[in-house]
Every structure is written in C-alpha cells, then in structure tokens.
C-alpha cells in the first residue's frame, strides 16, 4: 500500500545544515513534494522533484532523491530561527489523480539560537 | 499567499450537525483537492474535484461529500459529525492535469464537542 514515513523531530543550531528524511513505498509515485507548516497555518509548497531526477537545488535547498531505495531528502542550508516549522514530504501520481498526495507524518524542526 | 483562501478560520460544531467549509482557488486552477489533518498528523486526503465532478476519493465514508462551482469555489459537506470530525481541514488547489504544484489554503478548524 501507499505509505509515507518520517522521523518526528530534528533539532539543530542555527547555521548548521538541517537535512530532513523521507522513505515511501509507491513506486509508481510521479511527484515528490516538501511542504512546510508553521504552528496553525496551512501548508506551504517549498519545492517538488520529479520521480526521473536524483537531485533540485533550489537556493538554500536542497532535494535529494533516491528511487531505487526510495528515500527522500531535504537539505536546509544555513538554518535559520525562522526555519523552525513541520515539514512535511508528500508522494503524488500525477495527471488526473495529481491532487491525491500521500503525506508523512511530519518532521518538527526545531532551530536554536 | 497562495491565493487560496477558505472560510471559516474556525467553526464549533455539535456531534450529530451538519457542517458546510467553504474554498475559493486561485483563477484559473479546475481542480481542487480536500484533505483532513488530525492533530499532530499528516494531511489524509478525502477527495479530488475537476472541472465539478469528483475523480477521485480517499478512505472517507460517503457523509463527506463536496461541490466544486464554475467560479472556482467550491464546498466540503459533513453530515452527522462525529467526535473524531475535529481536525483541521485543507483543501488546496492546481491548474489541472499537466501542473503538479499544488497549493493549500490556511484551513478550516473544526472541533465538534
């Protein structure tokens, strides 16, 4: 079945490199979202990668991919306080049943000063 | 701002009410997506509309159902609430088939006591 997987918490210094994990199990997953959700809002859309690319930088992020294994990765570079929030990675097919995501339970990231 | 709002922020319900939460997606975007987020979880996703019809549904019983307007509004309806309807409830919406970013409103609140 579809399942998505996460470790609940990561804490780091402020500076440092924060780097999220993921692993899901549906190999036939097109799309591989992170969002981020900060106490009592919405989800925000960070970045996306596509299930034939191993990797997208995009400023201080950093998505890494590995299909075989399927495991997902976010890498925050240069953690701010501001950084402080849930993350959440997403599987998703694609075409007319793209709006179905499965999601993790969620990464709280914490930054300290 | 994802352009996506929904309305009300917050809504008490009694077990047993109907409840009716309300979306408006961006211009332009004919699908929209609805998903249930227990606390301290990931968003569960219950259903998908395009272009007015529902093409998709998640593990919800049929007493969630929802309504999608021409003017890119659209509705989710829960009858008979139960103590577990509390969650926060996102719905989010994209520009159809062939776009994969998907973007959430801040959510609808909903504790029925």
């Known amino acids: 079945g579809e399942d998505v997987e996460q470790s609940l918490f990561l804490s780091v210094r402020e500076g440092d490199s924060s780097v999220i994990n993921c692993t899901y199990t549906?190999?036939?997953?097109?799309?591989l979202y992170w969002y981020k959700q900060e106490p009592g809002a919405g989800l925000q859309l960070l970045t996306y990668?596509?299930?034939?690319?191993d990797m997208k930088q995009d400023q201080r992020l950093t998505v890494l991919l590995n299909k075989k294994d399927k495991h997902l990765s976010l890498r925050i570079a240069d953690t701010q306080t501001g950084d402080s929030a849930i993350y959440f990675c997403?599987?998703?097919?694609?075409?007319?049943?793209?709006?179905?995501?499965?999601f993790g339970q969620g990464t709280e990231l914490s930054v300290k000063p | 701002e994802t352009g996506v709002t929904q309305s009300p922020t917050h809504l008490i319900k009694t077990r047993g009410q109907q409840v009716t939460l309300r979306c408006s997606s961006q211009?332009?975007?004919?699908?929209v997506s609805w998903y249930q987020q227990a606390l301290g979880q990931g968003p569960q996703f219950i259903f998908q509309?395009?272009?007015?019809?529902?093409?998709g549904r998640g593990n919800f019983p049929p007493r969630f159902s929802g309504l999608q307007f021409p003017n890119y509004s659209s509705e989710l309806n829960v009858n008979a609430l139960e103590l577990d309807d509390s969650a926060l409830y996102l719905c989010?919406?994209?520009?159809?088939?062939?776009?994969?970013?998907?973007?959430f409103g801040p959510g609808t609140r909903l504790t029925v006591t």
């Open positions: 990668i596509f299930s034939n690319m």
């Open positions: 989010a919406s994209r520009g159809g088939a062939g776009e994969h970013e998907q973007y």
């Open positions: 509309y395009y272009r007015e019809e529902e093409n």
């Open positions: 549906d190999s036939s997953s097109t799309y």
């Open positions: 997403a599987e998703g097919s694609g075409g007319n049943q793209g709006g179905k995501l499965i």
């Open positions: 211009s332009g975007h004919n699908t």
